[in-house]
């Protein structure tokens, strides 16, 4: 059975290099000196649950993490850090942007490696996992200002973590009084759904006032498998709230039919979505980019179609590390005292 809680010990094994790529006939023998090159400045991971989501070489689930060699190509505005991350960071492990909240990056591995991934050139890497005495200095950071109300434990990705380091860091944060909220980040419902044991889902749990909650990143319909199902029910049924966030990716999810199916399929799932992300800067991503008309033009679509507890909102992280803010659609013209609904219709408002 999928989901067990015991360990499984038939597990089968990630695909973490071009050599596993060309066995499992996901690319090309041919193309395996440019895939090399990628994969040497960038991690690899595909697991089982992922490589069976494929149906082609270039279906959406195939182009978010499959590498290509289109990512040997860095345009002249793509960056590095590309949010800056670094030159936010006070104390490692730490993101420090917003007054009231802060990251928390407790470890730099992922389950996959998603091609696009704003941060692809950072994670990866185990040594990125912060030892104990890092941990401390990351929390006495937060315990020490009083302002912080929200820590979001992101990475490389969180759910990584053995559940019994997950409960040991929600107590330490249920101790830090003036910290209301602990979010994580994951793509492991999806991309690694049977890591979501009961024993994972109660490392969560607490009998304290902290808020816990999961935002959970899915590009496509086709990523809520039966087992990532029942991944999202386990969290949701543990009293967990469930957002998500979505990456804005050509020949992905570049569609309001794709979109619609997705957020859609959320909802079914008890999970709220929460952001569209504009595509970042990230070296090597100009394949997956769209402009910021198409992705306005795309949630404009979406306003009339989809009930509006599966509309997120469609944001940008502006390069450098100015924050995040909503792209949404204008549909009030201050000029012309007008507002326009959602089948093109034009009404008058009064101004003042
Ligand atoms: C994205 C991000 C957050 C979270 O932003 P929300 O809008 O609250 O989801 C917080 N801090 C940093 C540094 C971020 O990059
Ligand atoms: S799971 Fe998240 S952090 Fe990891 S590679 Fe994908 S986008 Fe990046």
Known sequence: MLMSSEPNLTRRRSLRNTADLIEAGLVAPEGRIALDQVAARTAIALTPAIVDLIQSGDDPIARQFVP???????????????????????????????????????????????????????????????????????????????????????????????????????????????????????????????????????????????????????????????????????????????????VLLRGVNDSADALEDLFRALVRNRVRPYYLHHPDLARGTAHFRLSIAEGQAIMRALRGRLTGIAQPTYVLDIPGGAGKVPLMPAWWDQERGEVEDWQGGKHRYPPG
């Not at 420090?96 to 692809?120: A, E, G, T």
């Not at 498998?225 to 709230?241: E, M, N």
């Open 68 to 246: 290509s060699a289109a990512e040997l190509h860095t345009a002249p505005e793509e960056r590095t850090d590309p949010i800056g991350d670094e030159a936010y960071s006070p104390v490692k492990g730490i993101v420090h942007r917003y007054p009231d909240r802060v990251l928390l990056k407790p470890i730099m591995v992922c389950p996959v490696y998603c091609r696009f991934c704003f941060r692809r050139e950072a994670v990866g890497d185990a040594d990125g996992t912060l030892t104990a005495a890092e941990m401390d200095a990351a929390l006495a950071y937060v315990a020490g200002r009083p302002e912080l109300r929200e820590i979001i434990v992101t990475g490389g990705d969180p759910f990584m973590l053995p559940p019994a380091r997950l409960a040991a860091l929600v107590a330490r944060v249920a101790n830090i009084p003036h910290v209301e909220v602990l979010r994580f980040h994951t793509r492991i419902p999806v991309a690694d759904p049977e890591r979501v044991t009961d024993a994972l889902a109660d490392a969560l749990k607490t009998e304290s006032e902290l808020a816990v909650w999961v935002s959970v990143h899915a590009n496509h319909a086709r990523e809520l498998s039966p087992a990532a199902r029942l991944a999202l029910r386990r969290l949701a049924d543990a009293g967990l709230p469930l957002v998500s966030q979505t």
